[in-house]
Structures are given as structure tokens and as C-alpha cells.
């Protein structure tokens, strides 16, 4: 097979992340998208009658829906034909709907997994893995003392069943509706899989919470659902981390995120995206913060061949806050689209954004951002920096910091920066025995420092590793 | 014991009908020996400076650069025969710099985010792993990196390399101390924000910390205050003294070479050194300027 041998010609520098697994699929859906497969999805996951509504209900937005392709400087979607996709596939597993202990996963998963590197480091580090798969969750793990302090972490199709009442409330009602966005719609018809977590009251859950996801087939999409619920006074950090093998055909990844910040909770949600070449990545991910609660979204994008990604917060209750932190790092090929969203629906709310993007050969970052701030959201504060840094001439950066601000009493800062790396940087580094690349891996993790310095140490060092293989993906 | 020596170096900007700079520099630098080179705005020095280090800007037009090396340059390390005579122009700048060329910048850069402590252990690993693989060939094939995560990124080099955590920062303390540069340098980004003398004050320490065969420091001396120009001054005689290193200094002003006594002066003048003598031509310049040098040169020409 051709697709094979080209395959076979990018591995060596990449090797990890470019091996493929044969597909062993106990139930494979039939090309295309039509109602018949919706039912068939939700028959085969034994969901009640509601879900299957809901996913009906945003079938028919999503084929309402026009295609975004308006948008200054965003991807190029007209590729993406969801008809071609099968939708869904489940591992070959014994257990219907996961283990309960990593040793009993098929081996060719467990390699797959070793092959990312994941256990050794992850496993020790954090307490919980939630694994996915292809589309469903194969491995859930969560530490006893959480069960007792009543916290649930679960896969999400198993959260339907399981705790029906609150996932009736929660799911795609209130913050991601499917009228959201196109890929939000269709996220609403076929989700499957994904992580549903709840925190119960004052309840603080010190270790994160940590699921990796995977998709393993060929022109697969997948649609995971993630639902974070953290009741009052609560705190919790959840790290999802993506990372896909290169296939010829087109992958459509389009996660939907919800999370609930109760009353002085707080929630931190860091993603690390490294989906491959030829995947495009639309995620819909947004976040509820009452009264005083916090929500942090720290997102690192450096796989796809198109991302859109704008996470967002809508500060509710007075005193609410939000914290953006986001790298992009686009090769060539990639057009990475991000940014951040903030609604300050309350006096006293305050957010702050951070972005870093860089580009190479060819490549194009875009910021993407919308800061909103109602009339009556007295004493709010927003701060938003973007930088971007260019490798070459071919590369592309953009920034797009939109600002609706309705209110007088408010302090907002704005910075952007949009340069070239600068070849007596490089040459400086050089001029003391750093080579071509070993030099210009300096300043591009000299440039996201300030914000990797922020970031918890397991993430911080998967971003840099994955930043680091980037960089020798193109230069080496 | 090296010697650099420049031969009839022809250099142009490297665009399409880039200006002619250097039109025939002749030097030699030898270990252990300083040099000053002073000449007017615009004479060539820095350029040179440049060349020498491999700045991608300048295009060679003629004339060459060697470096010849003798066994003591490099501690105990045995020199092979065949690798003792280098053509720099052939090598990339950092091979340049594992052989053993230094250059302080007239303007050096800042890099946000990189320590210096992080910079200058990668900086002085990079250059030892270089010089081992350009004297004896590719190191035995390097350890197949294993799959999975080793150490964080942040905490510098990946693999740890010749010099440790600990062993460097003994090292940088001492070099710091002996410059009288104060500790918090270690933790503070490379150059960013340092004043004009802290830079150049931290171009003597790169030098003192990466121990190189041959420096040249463009105008190290601007911008010093009386009391920085003294430490600056030690730092660059321990080089010499210590390291046996060779000094090529570009200065625009006697009061370095008084502290800094140099062996040899030599004028540049429209791309090329036009006159050469002892410390006493650097105080002649100081009294009489540029002008009877330029009479001098063209009368004769
Ligand atoms: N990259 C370049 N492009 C165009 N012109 C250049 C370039 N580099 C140097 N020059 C020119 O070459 C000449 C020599 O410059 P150089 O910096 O070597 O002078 P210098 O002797 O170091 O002067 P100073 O004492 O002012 O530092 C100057 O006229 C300068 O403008
Ligand atoms: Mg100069």
C-alpha cells in the first residue's frame, strides 16, 4: 500500500507517534451520517430516551447549520466531509465499557500507550488515568479515598446510566447547546465516550484528574464529551492530553467540554493537543463560573492540520474569574486557530490571557479572541497579552483581539507582539557552541517560558517534549 | 599554544551588490598574547570580528582564516595530527566556537526566558560534545534515545552531559565571583534588561566559563563605569593568565589598554590594517587621532 510506504518515510524522526496499530474493532458503524446511524449508536449504548432526543434534536441542527467559512484567516474546512467518517468504533475489549486495571488491556493498546510514553512518568505522577481508546473509554482508575469523599470520575456513556439525573440537567443544556456552532451540533449527535467527573461540595481533589485520549483508525472521527461538575467550594484540575499516528485519510476530532464552576470553586482544565498531520481538530469547550469561582483553561495545540479552538468563560456571579494560558505551535501545513472567549456577566469578575503561538515553515498561528463585558459589570478587569513568533517568511501569524466593552468601570490591558525570530539571536547562541537547531529551540522555549513557568510541572513537561519534537520534526 | 591567522581577508555583504568591507586584513593572534585593534567608525572592526566568529551576513571574498592548534590547547585532550590546522571559513559557528574562537559582541543579544544558568551549562556541554566529535570524528553512536520521558526540558539539557548540575554551578559561582558579578545573575534571563556594562560584564564571563584558545571582544570597554572597566579588565588578564588565552581587543579608547596592557596594536583603516606596532601607537592615537595615520598610509600609497 502506498499510503504505507509514505508512512514508512516520515518515521524516523518521529517515530513514537507515527506507528499504527491494526484496527481490531468489535463493532465498526456504517459510513455516513443519518438518523438511522444516530439510533443505532444510541441502541447499541442502551441510552434512555432523552439522549437519544438530544442527539436527534442536534442532528437536525447540524445539517441546518452552514459550514464557517467566513472568517478571516481561518482553516480551510471544505475537506471535511462527515459523511466519510465512521463515526464510531469500539476497541476490541473483553469488558464492555472499560477494565478496571491497566494489565488487563489488550498488549497492542498497552503499546500504543508505551509508545507515547504515557505510564512510566503519568502513572506514577498522577493518581487517576482515564484512557481512551478509539472511542470509548478502555481504562478508568480513580483512587479509592476520592470514592469515599464522593467524587465521581467516570466514562461519560457509563454517566449517563449511572447518574442519569445529573447529566439530564447538565448535558449540553446550559453551556454548550448544539445551536452553539456547527461542529458543536454534530459534536451533540454522535459523542461518545469521554470523562465525566463531579465534585462534591468543599470537596478538594489534590491529585488531577487525567485522561488520554487516542484515535487509532483510519477516517475515524471522535466525538468525546467531557463534564465537569464542581459544586461549591470545590477545587479540581483536569488534564486531557491528545495525541493521534499519522494516517493518509482525514481524521475529524470534535470534542465537546462543559464545565460548572460552583460557587468559590475552582477548576483548572489543561489540554495537551497533539493530534497528527491530517486530523482536523474542532472542539467546542465552555465553562459556567458562579460567584467567586475560578476557571483556568491551559491549552496546548501543536498537532492537527487545522485547529479552532476558543475556550471559553462566562463569568456569572460577582467576583468570578478566569485565566486563559495557550501555545500554539504551527509546521507546516497547519493552520492553527485560537483564542480565548470571556464573558463578564458580573460586577467585580476579572480574567486575564496569555498567548504564545509560533510558525514555521509555512505554517500559520492565529489569535482569536473576544472579550465581552456586559453593562452593569462594574469593577471588572481584563487582561489580555498575545505574542507570536515567526521562524521564516513563509509562516503567518495573525492576531484578532476583539473587545466588546459595555460597561465604564472597567480596567482593561491589552499587548500583542508579532515577530520574526531574530537571526542575531540565533547567531549569538551559535557563537557560544549551540548549533543551528539546538539554538533556535532556546529561543522558542525561551519565549513560552513565561507561561510554562506557570503551568503545573507534568504538563509543563509534555508541552516542552512535545514542543522539543516539533522543532526536530522540522529542523532535524 | 593556538594561533589564528587572518590572510588577506576580503569580505562583502552577502545581498545582491552588497558594499565591499574588508578589503585585505592581515592578522595573526597567538594564545597568551593581546591585541588591540582600534581604528575610526565604520573601519571594519566589528565586521572582522564577525567573520571570524562565522556570521552568515558576510560573504568571503578572498583571503583566508585558520586556526592551528598544539596540544596543550585543550587541558589533556590529545590533539590528532591531521585535525591541528582548521579552516574556519569551511566550519558553522558553533564548530568555531568547540574549536576554541570566542566573540564578544559589541551588541550582544537578549534571549527572554533562557537563564543564564541554563544557557551557559547547554552552551559549555554543546561545545565540549562538538569538540570531541571535530577532533576525533562521530562520537560512538549516540545512546538510542529510549522511548518515554527522561528529564524536563526546563531543567536544561536533556541528557545531562559532560559537566552536572552541581559541577557547573560551582563553576559559574566562581567565575562570577572574580568579575564581581552578583549571584542573581544566574537566575536572570540571558542579557534581558541587563544595563549596557552588565552585558558586557557577562561577555567576560561566557568567556571565562566556555575557556576559549582565542577571544576577540569588540568593545568591551563602552559603556563600563571606572569600577566595572577594573573587574572587566581582571576577567580578561586571568583569561590570559590562567587559560593562556589570546586576546584580540577592539577598542576605541587608551584607558582599557592601561589595565589590559596590550603586546601589539594595530590600526584598521577602510577594510584594512594599515599600521601595526607596540602600546605606545594606542597613546599616539589618543594624542594625535586618526588623521596622520590616514596621511601616513595614502602618502605612501
Ligand atoms: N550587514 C551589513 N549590511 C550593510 N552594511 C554593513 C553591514 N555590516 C557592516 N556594514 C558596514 O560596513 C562598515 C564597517 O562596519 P563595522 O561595524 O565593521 O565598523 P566598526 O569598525 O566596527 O565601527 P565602530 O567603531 O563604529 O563600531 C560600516 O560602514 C557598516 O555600515
Ligand atoms: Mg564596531
Given amino acids: ?476 | 599554544m593556538a594561533t589564528l591567522e587572518i590572510k588577506n581577508l576580503h569580505a562583502r555583504v552577502a545581498e545582491e551588490d552588497g558594499e565591499q568591507i574588508l578589503r585585505g586584513v592581515d592578522l595573526e593572534v597567538k594564545s597568551g598574547e593581546i591585541h588591540a585593534l582600534m581604528g575610526p567608525n565604520g573601519s571594519g572592526k566589528s565586521t572582522t570580528s564577525k567573520i571570524i566568529a562565522g556570521h552568515p551576513a558576510y560573504e568571503v571574498t578572498d583571503g583566508e582564516i585558520l586556526l592551528h592548534l598544539e596540544d596543550d590547547d585543550f587541558g589533556d585532550l590529545e590533539i590528532p595530527d591531521d585535525a591541528r590546522t582548521w579552516n574556519l571559513l569551511e566550519l558553522e559557528p558553533n564548530e568555531r566556537a568547540a574549536l576554541g574562537i570566542f566573540l564578544g559582541f559589541q551588541y550582544p543579544a537578549e534571549i527572554e526566558g533562557v537563564t543564564m544558568t541554563n544557557f551557559l551549562r547547554t552552551a559549555l556541554n554543546a561545545k565540549i560534545d562538538e569538540r570531541e566529535e571535530l577532533l576525533f570524528g562521530e562520537d560512538d553512536e549516540e545512546e538510542e534515545e529510549e522511548a518515554g520521558y527522561d528529564t524536563s526540558p526546563m531543567e536544561g539539557n536533556v541528557d545531562d552531559g559532560e559537566v552536572g548540575v552541581a559541577e557547573f554551578q560551582k563553576l559559574l559561582k566562581e567565575k562570577m565571583e572574580l568579575l564581581d558579578m552578583d549571584e542573581k545573575f544566574m537566575q536572570r534571563y540571558l542579557n534581558a534588561g541587563f544595563s549596557g556594562g552588565e552585558k558586557k560584564q557577562n561577555e567576560v564571563l561566557q568567556a571565562a566559563i566556555l575557556e576559549p584558545s582565542i577571544a576577540v571582544l569588540d568593545e568591551i570597554d563602552s559603556g563600563l563605569d571606572i569600577d566595572r572597566l577594573q573587574d572587566v579588565s581582571k576577567g580578561i588578564n586571568a583569561l590570559r593568565d590562567e587559560q593562556g588565552t589570546g586576546i584580540l581587543q577592539i577598542t576605541h579608547y587608551q584607558r582599557i589598554l592601561e589595565y589590559v596592557e596590550p603586546d601589539h596594536v594595530h590600526i584598521m583603516l577602510d577594510g584594512k590594517v594599515v599600521k601595526s606596532g607596540d602600546a605606545s601607537l594606542a597613546s599616539d592615537l589618543e594624542d594625535k587621532g586618526y588623521d596622520w595615520v590616514r596621511e601616513e598610509v595614502y602618502e605612501a600609497a
Avoid at chain 1, 110 to 127: M, Y
Avoid at chain 1, 144 to 168: C, L, S, T, Y
Avoid at chain 1, 297 to 320: C, D, E, H, Q, V
Fill in chain 1, 1 to 476: 500500500m502506498s499510503s504505507d510506504q509514505d508512512h514508512l518515510k516520515e518515521t524516523d524522526t518521529e517515530a513514537r507517534f507515527e506507528f499504527k496499530k491494526e484496527q481490531k474493532a468489535a463493532f465498526v458503524a456504517e459510513k455516513g451520517l443519518t438518523e438511522e446511524t444516530i439510533r443505532v449508536i444510541s441502541e447499541d449504548k442502551d441510552e434512555p430516551e432523552w439522549m437519544l432526543e438530544r442527539r436527534l434534536r442536534a442532528l437536525k441542527q447540524y445539517q441546518k447549520m452552514p459550514m464557517p467559512t467566513d472568517w478571516p484567516g481561518q482553516p480551510d474546512l471544505s475537506k471535511v466531509n462527515v459523511d466519510e467518517i465512521v463515526p464510531y468504533i469500539r476497541p476490541d475489549v473483553e469488558v464492555r465499557g472499560g477494565v478496571d486495571d491497566w494489565r488487563d488491556l489488550p498488549d497492542d493498546i498497552k503499546d500504543t500507550f508505551d509508545k507515547l510514553g504515557i505510564p512510566e512518568a503519568e502513572k506514577n505522577a498522577l493518581s487517576g488515568v482515564g484512557a481512551q481508546y478509539e472511542s470509548e473509554v478502555v481504562y478508568q482508575n480513580m483512587q479509592e479515598r476520592w470514592e469515599e469523599k464522593g467524587v465521581v470520575f467516570m466514562n461519560m456513556d457509563q454517566a449517563v446510566q449511572e447518574h442519569e439525573d445529573i447529566v439530564k440537567e447538565y448535558f449540553m443544556t446550559k453551556c454548550v447547546p448544539p445551536s452553539d456552532n456547527k461542529f458543536a451540533a454534530l459534536h451533540g449527535a454522535i459523542w461518545s465516550g469521554g470523562s465525566f467527573v463531579y465534585v462534591p461540595e468543599d470537596v478538594t481533589v489534590e491529585m488531577p484528574v487525567q485522561a488520554y485520549f487516542r484515535m487509532n483508525s483510519e477516517g475515524m472521527g471522535q466525538f468525546e464529551h467531557t463534564l465537569i461538575v464542581a459544586e461549591k467550594g470545590s477545587e479540581v484540575h483536569y488534564i486531557e492530553g491528545c495525541s493521534a499516528p499519522k494516517y493518509s485519510a482525514f481524521n475529524l476530532h470534535s470534542g465537546g467540554v462543559e464545565v460548572f464552576v460552583g460557587e468559590d470553586a475552582h477548576v483548572q482544565y489543561s489540554t495537551v493537543q497533539n493530534w497528527s498531520k491530517n486530523t482536523y481538530n474542532l472542539n467546542t469547550k465552555r465553562a459556567i463560573v458562579e460567584k467567586g469561582g475560578r476557571m483556568e483553561w491551559i491549552s496546548g495545540s501543536m498537532g492537527s492540520k487545522a485547529t479552532m479552538l476558543y475556550p471559553a468563560s462566562i463569568l456569572k456571579g460577582r467576583g468570578a474569574s478566569d485565566n486563559h494560558i495557550t501555545i500554539a505551535f504551527a509546521g507546516e501545513g497547519q493552520n492553527i486557530d485560537t483564542g480565548a472567549k470571556v464573558y463578564h456577566n458580573a460586577p467585580e469578575t476579572k480574567s486575564t490571557i496569555e498567548s504564545k503561538s509560533i510558525s514555521k515553515d509555512g505554517g500559520r498561528t492565529n489569535y482569536r479572541g473576544l472579550v465581552h463585558i456586559a453593562n452593569g459589570a462594574k469593577n471588572s478587569s481584563t487582561a489580555v497579552e498575545c505574542d507570536a513568533l515567526m521562524f521564516d517568511n513563509e509562516s503567518t501569524s495573525d492576531t484578532m483581539p476583539y473587545m466588546e466593552i459595555n460597561e465604564s468601570t472597567v480596567d482593561v490591558a491589552h499587548e500583542a507582539t508579532v515577530g520574526k525570530i531574530g537571526d542575531e539571536d540565533i547567531f549569538y547562541l551559535q557563537s557560544r557552541g549551540l548549533d543551528d537547531d539546538d539554538a533556535k529551540q532556546m529561543i522558542v522555549s525561551g519565549f513560552i517560558e513565561p507561561i510554562t513557568e506557570e503551568l503545573p510541572i507534568e504538563y509543563a513537561v509534555e508541552l516542552n517534549r512535545l514542543v522539543e519534537l516539533e522543532m526536530e520534526g522540522s529542523l532535524g
